[in-house]
C-alpha cells in the first residue's frame, strides 16, 4: 500500500475491504511521505519492519528486487489525487500490478499515459469506483443488458452530500484539504471527488456514452478555490437525456448517491444508502422490489455477495468486491490460468481516464456557461 | 363550474375538492362546449335545469342577471388551457370571483392582462396550483420563513410521471390528446402541466425568484408535437442554484412531484406521494421528521388541515384548501368583514402570471440551448 | 345525523366523508343530547331548523312523520358507544335504515338483539369499520380470495397509539373522557376502540374465524379504569395462528394500524399510515408493491377509489367509501332496483356483533390470564 | 475456530468477521468431526497443516502444549448446538478463552455449568448474539440507559423469516437439517435459532428482566420435529408488558429481526434489514432519526462504527463487534492491562445462560398453555 498512513479515512477503508475475504494479505508499504509516519503506520499494522518504506520510489525498487515469491503481488495506492499518476507509472513500470483509487489523475494526458502505459506492460489496473461494486449495481446492469428496460431514455444521478457546507479547511480537517486544494485534488473538488462516482455508475449500469453537455458549477462557502456544486445535463449518444449532479454543500445528506434510469419498458432506482434493494418499475404491472442475496438474482449479483438475504451487507464488501476481483484476476495472470469472466468485472484504467475527461468537461462547461462536446474514448 | 363534463378527470376532482367541507355549492353550471353534455352533467350532478347552460357566456350572463343573494359566488373554471383566458375573463368582466386551473393561460399576454382585470374589477382570483395547499408543504413555508434553514442556496425539485410514455394521444385518450395539442394546451406539455407547478412549489416554499435559466427539452415518443420532458438548471436572485425537472415518460414514475431544499443550517425534503411528512435534515442532530396533524406544527399547516395525526390526508384535502381559502376569501368580500389571513393563503392570478412566464422561458431556452434571463415580475 | 356535536371529531370525519361524492345530504339532526348544542351545531351546519331536534327520540318521531319522499333515507349515528343500540333500535323500529359507528354496543346482548332486529325490520345497517373501505386493503381481500397467497398460516395486526398515554381524561379532554369511562365506552378503551378495527381488518381480508384466544390486558395510567394496552394471540379455525395488539399508551405512535398475512405461497402487509400501497412478499421472486389507482388492480379496489395513481387518496376517502356504498345500496332498495354487488362491500351488523364478542371475550381472557373458546357465529 | 467446515454458512461468518480488522488471524482448527474435510478446509484457508486438527479434543491438548506465545489466544466454536458445550468445557480447561455461537448449550443444565467454569477459570468467554453489535443498537442502550424513553412499558421484539417455510431439511439442506434435528438443535427451532436473539436485543437494550410469560408455539410445517413459529407474551419484572415472537414459516420475510420500546416520555424503533437507522418517537416533537457515524451519537455507537456516516455499515462490521471487543477483552488479560471499558460490551456466558433458559420457558409454556414463572438468574 502507498499512502493510507495515519489519520487517512480511505486507507483503513482500503485495507478492511482488502482483509475481508482472507485472501489479500498486506505485506508492505509507504504509508506516509514523512517515513516517521510510514513506519508509525507499518509498526501499528504489524508489518515486517524492512517491508514499510521511507517513499514510494523505494518500495517500488526493493519490492522488484525481492524474488518473485516473495514480493509484493500488486499495489495499491490510496493516496491524494495529484500523486496518482507518478506512483502508478512507477509500480507499472517495475512489473507490478495496480489498484488506484479514484479520480485515476488529474490530467487527462496523464490519464491517458497510464492507459498507454497498462497496455504496453500489460498489467491489471483496478479503479476503486467502490459503488459499482455492490451486488445490487451489477443487478441493475443486468436488467439493463438483457433489456428489461427497453430503450434507456433517461438518467438522473444524483451525489448529495453537506460535509463540506462549512469552510472545514480553514479548521485544518484533512479529509477537507486537500479535495479543496488545487494542487492535489486538480481542477475540481465536488465533480473530482463525488461527481465522478456518479458518472461512472451510470455509465456503469446502462453503458451509454456522453455526447454533449452543460454544466453550472458553484463554489458556495467563500474563499474555497474549487467548485463544491455542480448541476449537469447531458446529452448521451443515441438520443438519452441525464441530469447528474454533485453536492458538496448539501446539509443534512450523508453520502446519497442514487441513479434512476428510465426506459421504454420499465425504469429502475437504486441507492447507495440502501444497497441491498433495487426498485423496478413499470406501468402496468406493481412494483418490484430486488433483494439482495435472493436466488432470482443474476449470476453477477451472486458472484459479488456474501451473505444470505436479510442479512445485509454494505460499503465495505462492496468495496472488497473490486479488491477481490482484482486480486483475483491477478492471481490469474500470475499462476497463468485463464480468469473467471466474472472476476474481470472491476473499473479499469480506461474507465479513469473516461473519468478524468469527465471532470474536466464538466468544469469546462461551468465556465464557459454552453453545452460543449464531451464525446470520449480512452486510448 | 366551467367544464368538467362527463369524462373529465379534473372537473371531478375539483367539485370532490369543493364538497369536502361543507362550505360551497355547486349551483350552476356549463359543463362542456357541447350543450347536450353541459346538460346531462348537470343532471347527473342533480343541479337545477335552469341554471346548466349552453355555454359559459350564457352562464356568465344570467347569472350576473339574478339578485346578488341568488347568484352563484364566484365561478370555477376547470377546462383546458386555451379557453382559461376567455372564460376569466367574461366572469371578471360580470363581476364574479374566480377560481382557475392552471396553467393560467397560454400566452404571457393573456396572463397579464388577466392580472390587470382582477386588480381593475378587485375580484378574488386563485389558482389551483394544489400541491401547495397541502399542510406540509405549508409548514416547510413556515420553516424557511422563520429561517430554520438559514440562507437558501440549492432547490432540487422534480415532476416526474410515465403516463405519457407512449402516444397515448393517438389513442384517443381524452387526458393525453388536448394535453399535447398545442392548440389546446398552448407552447408546452410537460413543462405546462407539471413543471409549473413544480416551479410554484420551490416559489412559494422558499419565496426565491429565478434570474436565469437553461433547459434541455425533448420529445421522446415519435409524432407528439409538444415536449414530454424537460430538465432545467436555475440561478436564482441572491445566488442559489436550481434543478427543476418535468418528465411525462419516465416510466413506472406516477405522480411524483418533490422538492428538496438545502441552506447554510439545515435542508428540507418533501414527496407528494407522501404527503404528511416533512424531513428536515442537519449536519449535527438527527434527521427530524414533521408529521402533519401535531401540535409542534406552525398555525398554517394547522389550519389547513382536518384530520388528527396518523389519519392521512392527501390529495382531495390539499385541493379543498385552496377551494375553502380562496371561498373564505369570497365570503369575507362579500359579507365584507375583515378576511382571516390564514384564508388568504392561496396561488393568485400574479402566481399564474409567473407560471406562464416560466413556462415561455423554459420552451424558449430549450430551443435556443443557452442560458437566458428568465427574470420576471408580473404586473 | 345523531351525535356530532361541537367539539365531536369522529362527527365531522363523518360528515366530511358522507360529502365527498355529492350523493348524500345532511338535511336534519340531533347533534347533541343538550338540545342548545344541536341546534347550534345544526345551524353551523346550515340546516332547516325545524330539522334539527332536541333528542333522537324526537327525530325518529317526527322523520317518520315525513312523507316518504321527503324525509331521511337513513340516519348516522356517531354518539359514543354506550346510546348506539337504543338510537338504532329507536330508527330501525320507524322504519329507517342505519349508517353507526362501532364497537356497534357495549353489550353482545344488545348486538344481537340489533343483528334480530336489521333482520326483523329488514333495513341496510352499515357499520363504519372504516379502515376495511381502504382500496388497497380491499386488494389484499381480493388476493386473499384468489388464493394467492396459498393458505393462510399466520396473521400479525396491530393497532398501536400513544395518545392516552399520560391521564388525558384527568384534563377534561373529551375524546379521551368518554373512551375511559366504562359507563359510556363498555368494558374496554383499547380493544373496544380500536382492537376491534383489527380484528374486523383481519377478518375482512381473510375471512377466517376465531376459534381461541389469551389475552394480556393492562392500564398503564394510574387512575384509569380500562384497560389502555392488550395484547392477544389467537388461533383460528382451520390452524392459522394471530398475534393481534391494541395499545392506546405507545409513546410515539399515531395510528399505526398494520397488518401482515402470511400464506403458505405469499404474505402481504399493508399499513394504514401509508394507506395506497399493499406489499406482498415471496420466497422466490421480488416483492411486488401494488398501489392504488392502477389497471392492475381488480374490480373492488377501483370501485373504491376517485383518483389516479400517484394522486393519493387517504382516510376521507376510506370513510366515504363506508358511507357510499352503503347509501348506494340503501338507494337500490328505495328504489327497488337490484344492486350493484360492488356497492354491498360495507361492514354489516354481523361484523359489528362478532366485533362486540370480540372485545367481551379479550377482556374476559385477560382477566383470567387463560386461553378462552372465542368461537362466535352472529345470529 | 472449531467447526465452519466446507459449506457451513456461519463459519465462513465468523471467519469474515474476525479478519475484518485486521486484529485477529486464525491459525489452528478443527473444522470439521470428518478429519478430511477439516484438513481441506484448513487448506483453503492457507493454514499451516500442522495447526489444522482430527478434532477439537486433538485441537485443544495440542495448542496447550505449545508455548504460550505460540498458541491460539482463544478459540472460536461455531457447531451446532448440541456440540457447544463440549467444546467450550474442553477449552476452557485447557486455560483458553472462547467466542461461542449462540444458543449457547442446549440445556440449562450445561448452560449453568459453563458459567460455572467459565468462573473457575477465569476466562473471557464471549457468545456471538450479533445482533447486538450494531452500532444503532448500542445507541438504543445508551439513550434508555440515559432515560430519554422514561420508564419503559412496552417492548414488541420480532424476528420473522420465512426460509422454513417448506421442509427444506427433507431435501437435505444442511442449514435446515440440524436446525430442526432435536439431537442437534435441543429442545427448539424457532426460538433457539431466532428468538433467543430477539430476547437477547431486547434485554441488552432494556435491561429488563422477564418475570412471567405464556407462549403459543407451533409446527406448521408436516413432519418436522420442532416448532417452527413462537409467539410469547411477557410479564418483565417492574410492569413492562411485552410480545416476541419468532417465525421461520412467514413467507416472504428475509431476517426482519426488529424491536420497538415504548417508555413514558418516548419510544425508539431500530430494523435490522435497515440497521444504520434509529428511530425516536415523541408525543410532543417531531421525530428523529438517528443515524450511524454521526457526532451526536453516544460513545458505545462511534467505538463500534469504522466508517463514515452514509458510507452503510451491516452484518458483518456488527459481527465483527463482537469479536474485536472480546478479542481486545482477551489481549488486554494476556497483556495484563486494564481493558477499555467499551471493549467489555459483548455478550456473556450469564446472556447465554439467560438466553438457553428462555428457551426452554418458551417451549415449556407452549406445552402447558399456560403462563408460567420464567424468572431467571444467571449463577
Redesign the interface.
Known amino acids: 500500500m502507498v499512502g493510507g498512513g495515519p489519520g487517512a ?1 480511505i486507507g ?2 482500503h ?2 475491504a482488502a ?4 485472501e489479500i494479505e ?1 505485506v508492505a508499504g509507504a504509508f506516509s511521505s514523512i517515513p516517521e509516519r510510514s513506519h508509525a503506520q507499518g509498526k501499528e ?2 508489518l515486517e519492519p524492512s517491508r514499510v518504506y521511507d517513499s514510494y520510489g523505494e518500495m517500488a525498487e526493493k519490492e522488484a528486487a525481492r524474488s518473485p515469491g516473495d514480493r509484493i503481488d500488486f499495489v495499491s495506492i490510496v493516496t491524494p489525487n495529484d500523486s496518482h499518476f507518478e506512483i502508478a507509472r512507477t509500480f507499472i513500470e517495475a512489473g507490478f500490478h495496480v489498484v488506484c483509487d479514484k479520480p485515476m489523475t488529474t490530467t487527462v494526458e496523464d490519464a491517458e499515459k497510464l492507459c498507454r502505459l497498462v497496455s504496453k506492460h500489460d498489467v491489471v489496473f483496478a479503479l476503486t469506483h467502490n459503488y459499482t461494486g455492490y451486488p445490487m449495481v451489477k443487478q441493475a446492469r443486468a436488467l439493463v443488458n438483457a433489456g428489461r428496460l427497453g430503450d434507456i ?2 438518467i ?1 444521478v ?1 451525489y ?4 463540506l ?1 462549512t469552510r472545514l479547511e480553514a479548521e485544518g480537517l484533512r479529509q477537507a484539504v486537500w479535495r479543496t486544494d488545487p494542487a492535489r485534488a486538480g481542477v475540481s473538488s465536488a465533480v473530482g471527488d463525488i461527481g465522478s462516482h456518479a458518472e461512472n455508475l451510470a455509465h456503469y449500469i446502462t453503458g451509454l456514452q456522453i455526447d454533449r453537455l ?1 454544466a ?1 458549477t ?1 463554489t ?1 462557502v467563500a474563499g474555497r478555490k474549487l467548485e463544491d ?1 455542480a ?1 449537469v ?1 447531458i ?1 448521451y449518444k443515441g438520443g438519452a ?1 441525464g ?1 447528474l ?1 454533485a ?1 458538496q ?8 448517491l442514487g441513479i ?1 434510469v ?6 429502475l432506482e437504486w441507492r ?5 434493494y433495487l426498485h ?12 439482495r ?4 438474482l443474476g449470476e453477477a449479483a451472486a458472484h459479488n455477495s ?12 462492496a468495496f472488497a468486491n473490486i479488491y477481490r476481483n482484482a486480486a483475483r484476476s491477478i492471481a490469474s495472470r500470475l499462476t497463468r490460468v485463464h480468469p473467471d469472466p466474472l472476476d474481470l468485472d472491476f473499473p479499469t484504467v480506461s474507465d479513469g481516464a473516461r473519468g478524468v475527461h469527465f471532470i474536466h468537461k464538466v468544469i469546462e462547461s461551468g465556465k464557459a ?3 460543449i462536446d464531451a464525446a470520449y474514448e480512452a486510448p
Open positions: 479515512f483503513a477503508v485495507r478492511h482483509a475481508l475475504d482472507g498486506l499494522l504489524h431514455r433517461k438522473v444524483e448529495p452530500q453537506g460535509w457546507a452543460i453550472d458553484t458556495f456544486d448541476n445535463l446529452h437525456r441530469i449532479y453536492s454543500i448539501s446539509v443534512g445528506e450523508e453520502n446519497n434512476r428510465y426506459g421504454t419498458d420499465a425504469s447507495q444508502e440502501h444497497p441491498n423496478v418499475r413499470y406501468q402496468d404491472r406493481p412494483e418490484e422490489v430486488f433483494k442475496g435472493n436466488p432470482y456474501r451473505l444470505p438475504s436479510g442479512h445485509p451487507e454494505a460499503f465495505i464488501e456557461g454552453a453545452w
